[in-house]
Structure formats: structure tokens, C-alpha cells
């Protein structure tokens, strides 16, 4: 027994130093470079405290993209639970062809976001794109948009095209999680008389917790940490009008403000903190009330 708790200890010792090397000692100098004035115009390295903090939070127009990434997150989260939900539900069931509409709706999600958002640039282009060409084909002319020009429903733009790659990785964790339901106290609800929504919302989705859980804490890491989506879908633009968090990361650190970007990123970093742990103790919270 105390042999293989040396040995254990073995192994243990250079994963810790590889979490420390790749992933804690980096994240450690980013907090320090964030406090400091780190840019591609100066050799010296000057620690300036909050400075760039107040920068960003004292400079109004910053608002504006801390709101697109806030709006980002909560929506897609939102619909992509929602629709991969309703998904799982409906594949859950004994229809013909389940397995090939899963892969189907699973497909997008091995896409690459680079080529999501290129190949989405043609969908919704204003004048030959296939959504306007498609209204247009079927009278509905009136519904047609400038969808990735319009400054009012760029944002909504992104958040479908998003929504339409990631629903099926939703819904798959959520057929994980439906596998798990007692089907003997499905049927037993249903001799006393249960009907489909009560068996929903009183056995079917506290069984699934676990699972609704994994995928709001993924979908809001995902939505706030986005980037490559709108990136190729928007640049950001028009204007500033669909521009996130990781896309000014990337502009000031394009432009040699690597203390800025630095500080940018440690604000994307506790928003996800503050976020997550409000999320696992509500749901923590639920279950022990349960």
C-alpha cells in the first residue's frame, strides 16, 4: 500500500508541472502584464496598477462591445438549450431515420468557425445571398435584410448562425442525459394519468439537471469567449455594432497595446468566473432543495 502511494505521487508530480508550465504560470503573467503599460513602442516594461482597468471601464464607447458580448452569451445560451432540448426530445422518441437526423444535426458542430462564418458571408449576403434569394422566391420579399450591414440585427445575425452550429452538440449531451431517465417511473406516471408535460417537467428535466448544467456552463463559455464566428462573419463591424471582447483583444494587440489586451483579456476571465460559479451554485442550490 505505501508502495503505490509512492508511486502514485510519481505520476502525480509531472502532470503538476506541466498544468503549472502551460497553463497557471501563463495565466499568473497575465494578470502582471495587465497592470502594466506593455506595449510594442517601448523596450521597458513599466507596472502602472489599474490604469489600463480605468481605461476600460472609464471609456464609454467600451460599452459597447462588453454589451455585444453579454447580449452574445445570454442569447445563444438561451436558444441553444432551448432548441437542442426540444431536439433530444423529439430524437429521443422511436421515429424512423433518428440516427441519420442526429448525425445531421450534429454535422455543423466539426465545422470550423472560419469556414462557418465564410460560408454564412454568402447566405446572408444583402442582394445574392440564398436567405434574400430564397424570401424573394416565395413573396416574402418584404422580410429580406441587409443582415450582416444592418447595424439594428447584425448582432441577431450572429447569434442564429451560432445557434444553427451548436444546437446539435446541445442536443447530443442532452440524449446522453435522457438515457439516464427512469422509464419505469415514466410509466408508472403515466397509469396515474400524467400527461406529457407534467411527465416533462416533473421527472424528465430533474433527471436531466446534470446535463442542462454542462450545457449552459459550455454555451456561456463559449458565448463570451467568442471570436472566430464573428470575426469572419463581421469583423466586428459595422462599426463597432457586432464587436465582442476577443475581437478588441485582437485589435489592440494587433495594434502593440499588449498591456491593454493584456487587461482585456483578465476582464473576459472574471466575467466567466463570476458567471460559472453563480451557475453551479444555483444548480447546486436546486438539488439539495430536491
Same mark, same amino acid.
Given at each position: 500500500?505505501?508502495?503505490?502511494?509512492?508511486?502514485?505521487?510519481?505520476?502525480? =508530480?509531472?502532470?503538476?508541472?506541466?498544468?503549472?508550465?502551460?497553463?497557471?504560470?501563463?495565466?499568473?503573467?497575465?494578470?502582471?502584464?495587465?497592470?502594466?503599460?506593455?506595449?510594442?513602442?517601448? !523596450?521597458?516594461?513599466?507596472?502602472?496598477? &489599474?490604469? %489600463?482597468?480605468?481605461?476600460?471601464?472609464? !471609456?464609454?464607447?467600451?460599452?459597447?462591445?462588453?454589451?455585444?458580448?453579454?447580449? +452574445?452569451?445570454?442569447?445563444?445560451?438561451?436558444?441553444?438549450?432551448?432548441? @437542442?432540448?426540444?431536439?433530444?426530445?423529439? &430524437?429521443?422518441?422511436?421515429?424512423?431515420?433518428?440516427?441519420?437526423?442526429?448525425?445531421? +444535426?450534429?454535422?455543423?458542430?466539426? /465545422?470550423?468557425?472560419?469556414?462557418?462564418? &465564410?460560408?454564412?458571408?454568402?447566405?446572408?449576403?444583402?442582394?445574392?445571398?440564398?436567405?434574400?434569394?430564397?424570401? *424573394?422566391?416565395?413573396?416574402?420579399?418584404?422580410?429580406?435584410?441587409? =443582415?450582416?450591414?444592418?447595424? %439594428?440585427?447584425?448582432?441577431?445575425?450572429?447569434?442564429?448562425?451560432?445557434?444553427?452550429?451548436?444546437? @446539435?452538440?446541445?442536443? /447530443?449531451?442532452?440524449?446522453? @442525459?435522457?438515457?439516464?431517465?427512469?422509464?419505469?417511473?415514466?410509466?408508472?406516471?403515466?397509469? !396515474?394519468?400524467?400527461?406529457?408535460?407534467?411527465?416533462?417537467?416533473?421527472?424528465?428535466?430533474?433527471?436531466?439537471?446534470?446535463?442542462?448544467?454542462?450545457?449552459?456552463?459550455?454555451?456561456?463559455?463559449?458565448?463570451?469567449?467568442?471570436?472566430?464566428? /464573428?470575426?469572419?462573419?463581421?469583423?466586428?463591424?459595422?462599426?463597432?455594432?457586432?464587436?465582442?471582447?476577443?475581437?478588441?483583444?485582437?485589435?489592440?494587440?494587433?495594434?502593440?497595446? +499588449?498591456?491593454?489586451?493584456?487587461?482585456?483579456?483578465?476582464?473576459?476571465?472574471?466575467?466567466?468566473?463570476?458567471?460559472?460559479? @453563480?451557475?453551479?451554485?444555483?444548480?447546486? *442550490?436546486? !438539488?439539495?432543495?430536491?
Amino acid at each position: 500500500m505505501y508502495i503505490n502511494k509512492i508511486y502514485s505521487k510519481k505520476f502525480i =508530480w509531472p502532470a503538476l508541472i506541466i498544468f503549472f508550465v502551460l497553463f497557471l504560470l501563463p495565466s499568473l503573467l497575465g494578470f502582471y502584464y495587465s497592470l502594466t503599460n506593455w506595449n510594442a513602442m517601448s !523596450d521597458k516594461v513599466k507596472f502602472i496598477g &489599474l490604469a %489600463n482597468f480605468k481605461e476600460i471601464f472609464g !471609456d464609454a464607447s467600451n460599452f459597447i462591445f462588453i454589451k455585444n458580448t453579454l447580449m +452574445y452569451a445570454f442569447f445563444t445560451t438561451i436558444l441553444k438549450v432551448t432548441i @437542442g432540448l426540444a431536439l433530444a426530445l423529439m &430524437l429521443n422518441e422511436g421515429i424512423k431515420s433518428k440516427g441519420l437526423l442526429r448525425t445531421i +444535426y450534429f454535422l455543423p458542430i466539426i /465545422i470550423s468557425n472560419l469556414i462557418v462564418g &465564410l460560408m454564412f458571408q454568402q447566405v446572408l449576403h444583402p442582394v445574392h445571398g440564398i436567405l434574400n434569394t430564397g424570401l *424573394r422566391s416565395i413573396g416574402l420579399g418584404g422580410l429580406t435584410q441587409a =443582415w450582416l450591414e444592418n447595424p %439594428n440585427i447584425v448582432m441577431w445575425s450572429t447569434i442564429g448562425v451560432e445557434v444553427w452550429k451548436s444546437a @446539435g452538440f446541445v442536443m /447530443i449531451i442532452f440524449l446522453a @442525459g435522457l438515457q439516464t431517465v427512469s422509464k419505469e417511473t415514466l410509466e408508472a406516471s403515466e397509469i !396515474d394519468g400524467a400527461n406529457y408535460w407534467n411527465k416533462l417537467t416533473k421527472i424528465i428535466i430533474p433527471s436531466i439537471s446534470p446535463s442542462i448544467l454542462i450545457n449552459t456552463l459550455l454555451s456561456i463559455i463559449s458565448g463570451l469567449k467568442v471570436f472566430d464566428v /464573428i470575426f469572419a462573419l463581421t469583423n466586428g463591424g459595422p462599426g463597432r455594432s457586432s464587436e465582442v471582447i476577443n475581437i478588441t483583444v485582437f485589435n489592440h494587440f494587433s495594434m502593440g497595446n +499588449y498591456g491593454y489586451s493584456t487587461a482585456l483579456g483578465v476582464v473576459m476571465f472574471i466575467f466567466l468566473a463570476i458567471i460559472s460559479i @453563480g451557475i453551479i451554485t444555483l444548480f447546486t *442550490r436546486k !438539488d439539495a432543495d430536491s
